[in-house]
């Protein structure tokens, strides 16, 4: 799956617009090679350990009974999962290139509470029968009544990190969670309400980088200006970036199994054999992180930059440009098909509706809808206009559309919109689109907008077209098969 990526990559670098320096082309390669390396094992942990921790847990996690501690403890493993998410490790970087204000641990540590709170509401939405319609209605016009108060260098930059914050590891995680309490405690003890907590939880860390965004505007007095974007610009080799990564790796892995431990002795008590296996599997986990991580420092983000600053180049026709289109279609549509959240999702969808709709219907409908947002991103970089402008009528018609969606398709779209900005979105796409930014900032002049703003985007693009799209699949679905999908 993701030798489109490479093919892309070939093709831009290797003939559109070949690269001066030769050892840049030994980075593409170990910079991409790294990243499909670190990525696999990343994704075997990810099966050994990560999963069956956050399963047993979502099973064991009712054993508390009292309703507080199960919303205490959904909010600290929802936390503990998301600060372990690659893809958020790799936003957090991307920020701080361009604001040295940002604090990289900070950052991850502050959208990683706010999805633990909003799983703690998902929980507690669940278990008083609350409309998952109104909740969202609520949530997000309270959402976009809050932007007339942030710094217009946070607004996209908050809905990337919103996707960002659930991916391989905290989707398979909070799905769990949520599973294990509907079954127990839902008054419909149906299956409509597996889907919707990931959609709820997304919220949460947009709200929170609203905050630190707005703390950071009254501290300094403004935002400072964006700096250089120049990722790979250190003459560090390979070695060295990889032991300088693996501090922030171990703050990452380490808290989920500080948290664990005590409740395999207190509470689970899984068998020997089984415990000693997830423990092994943390290795893997550990090692794919930190080769991943390493392998964008060195080249990969460099990749994306340099891609989508070579089809801005001004020695180029004006029509040039504008190939970015399908090229930028096809790498969001490539990369969601190679993302294990989305499969996850897929897997979930088809035992909730018994075979009836499989994992493949669900991952092209995305696919395809991450395709048309990539290509959004790039017409509103190009043009430099505003992301509302963009944001604000998608969200209205996602909204209008769950008054004609089924139940069970409205929580899936919105949990869809949180999944699909992974650990590859994040090291290729942001890369992509942060170069165009600043190719047209140079281009521009003065008048351009900062490349923060103009930059960042990519994944709220990303969370905001899936749940036109499975919302389509859904009232097709409704109309067109006989599974049963929850009321209206």
């Known amino acids: 799956m993701s030798l489109p990526l490479a093919a892309v990559i070939i093709v831009v670098c290797g003939f559109v617009a070949p690269l001066e320096d030769t050892f840049d082309y030994v980075r593409l390669a170990v910079g991409y090679i790294g990243v499909v390396v670190g990525q696999s094992l990343f994704l075997i942990g990810l099966d050994i350990s990560i999963l069956p921790i956050g399963e047993v847990m979502g099973r064991n996690l009712v054993k508390l009974k009292k309703f507080v501690w199960i919303m205490f403890f959904g909010l600290v493993f929802g936390l503990l999962a998301t600060v372990a998410e690659p893809a958020l490790a790799v936003l957090a970087r991307q920020t701080n290139l361009l604001i040295e204000e940002v604090n990289e641990t900070l950052f991850i540590w502050i959208m990683g509470a706010g999805i633990g709170i909003f799983v703690g509401l998902s929980l507690w939405r669940i278990v008083k029968d609350v409309s998952i319609k109104a909740t969202f209605a609520v949530l997000y016009t309270a959402l976009f009544a809050t932007i007339l108060f942030v710094p217009e260098e946070f607004v996209a930059l908050a809905f990337d990190g919103s996707g960002a914050t659930t991916g391989d590891i905290s989707v398979p995680f909070i799905l769990a969670l949520g599973l294990g309490v509907s079954a127990t405690l839902s008054k419909r003890k149906d299956n409509d309400d597996v889907f919707g907590i990931i959609g709820i939880a997304s919220v949460g860390p947009i709200l929170t980088v609203f905050l630190y965004g707005m703390a950071l505007n009254a501290i300094h007095g403004g935002i400072p200006p964006a700096g250089v974007y120049d990722p790979g610009a250190s003459d560090a080799n390979f070695i060295v970036i990889l032991f300088s990564n693996i501090s ?223 919302q389509i699949l859904g009232i097709y679905a409704s109309r067109h098969s006989n599974i049963i999908l929850g009321s209206r």
């Open 248 to 470: 922030n790796i171990s703050l990452a892995v380490l808290p989920m199994l500080a948290v664990f431990l005590p409740f395999q002795f207190l509470l689970i008590k899984l068998p020997p054999k089984e415990f000693k296996r997830i423990l092994l599997g943390v290795v893997p986990v550990f090692a794919g992180l930190l080769v991943f991580l390493s392998s964008i420092d060195f080249g990969f983000a460099f990749a994306g930059k340099y891609i989508g600053e070579a089809f801005l180049d001004t020695s180029r026709p004006e029509w040039f440009r504008w190939i970015l289109l399908p090229v930028s279609f096809v790498l969001g549509a490539a990369i969601t098909l190679t993302e294990p959240a989305v499969t996850v999702l897929g897997e979930k969808l088809e035992q909730i509706t018994n075979g009836r709709i499989k994992p493949i219907t669900i991952r092209m409908t995305l696919a395809i809808g991450i395709g048309v947002a990539a290509v959004l991103a790039v017409v509103k970089i190009i043009t430099q206009a505003n992301i509302l402008l963009f944001l604000a009528p998608l969200y209205a018609a996602a909204l209008i559309m769950m008054k004609f969606t089924p139940r069970l398709f409205v929580g899936l779209a919105f949990d869809s919109g949180g999944v699909t900005g992974g650990a590859l979105t994040s090291a290729l796409l942001t890369p992509l689109t942060l170069g165009i930014a600043q190719a047209v900032a140079q281009e521009a002049g003065p008048s351009a907008q900062s490349v923060l703003t103009n930059g960042f985007g990519i994944i709220a693009f990303i969370s905001v077209t899936p749940l036109i799209a499975v």
